[in-house]
């Protein structure tokens, strides 16, 4: 059963008052267009667990293995549209004051049409030089279904030759100072967050919804069931974000 038509329309309404609305995104969001997941056993890749693969270690130790994973995961991405979640939220950021963090790797908010989302592990179609500042970004293959094989000869710089890598934030590694800074600002300076699809267990991204509702916010999680943050929220509606969100944030 869908969310009471009275909450959706006191929600709606927030959205037309707010002056400033950050949308707080995490795996459960892509969990809904059919992104497949590599935590626990059934998320194993050739008997590998992601911890054993996305570390600057296990790439230093074997770069070919680490990347016919990456390759493997975007072939899969390849297979996946934006759901009707992540579309309304392009469309309502192109008319209202939204801020768009996520958690979310696979690019399908930007492929929806949302733009300059703040990408707080990075984007698996990027990727830098591991020894000059040059990076590339291969998002059309998305666009164009371009698929790459596993075994496909290393990525190089276009500029020094040096290996190239995923331009992900792998296990050990700090996130990008700007984008975290930017992300904690907006929390800080909105009056409606909406938490979706996140279980709020790894930081410091949890704490996003925390500060937002110290500084006075109301906020909105939205998850198919309850999580770490559901007490501290205003509101908790557990359904999929995209049959509510479009409801909520409908023009």
Known sequence: MGAPEAVITDLTRRVADAQSIVVFTGAGMSAESGVPTYRGQGGLWKNFRAQ???????FDRDPALVWGWYRDRRNKLLEVEPNDGHRAIAE?????????????????HTFAGSTDPLELHGNIWREHCTSCPATSDKSHHW??????????????CPDCEALMRPSVVWFGEQLDARVIEAAFKAA???DLMFVIGTSGEVQPAASLPLVARRAGAF?????????????????????PAARVLPRILAG
Request: hydrophobic share 40%; with cysteine; aromatic share 2%.
């Open 188 to 190: 800080e300076g909105c």
């Open 219 to 239: 906020v909105v999680e939205i998850n198919l069931e309850p999580t770490l943050l559901t007490d501290r929220c205003n509101t908790s509606l557990f359904e």
């Open 52 to 58: 054993d693969l996305a570390t600057l270690e296990a």
């Open 143 to 156: 666009a164009e279904k371009i698929v790459e094989a596993e075994n496909d000869p290393l990525p190089e």
């Open 92 to 108: 309502a950021a192109a008319r209202i004051p939204v801020t768009l963090v996520t958690q979310n790797v696979d690019g399908l």
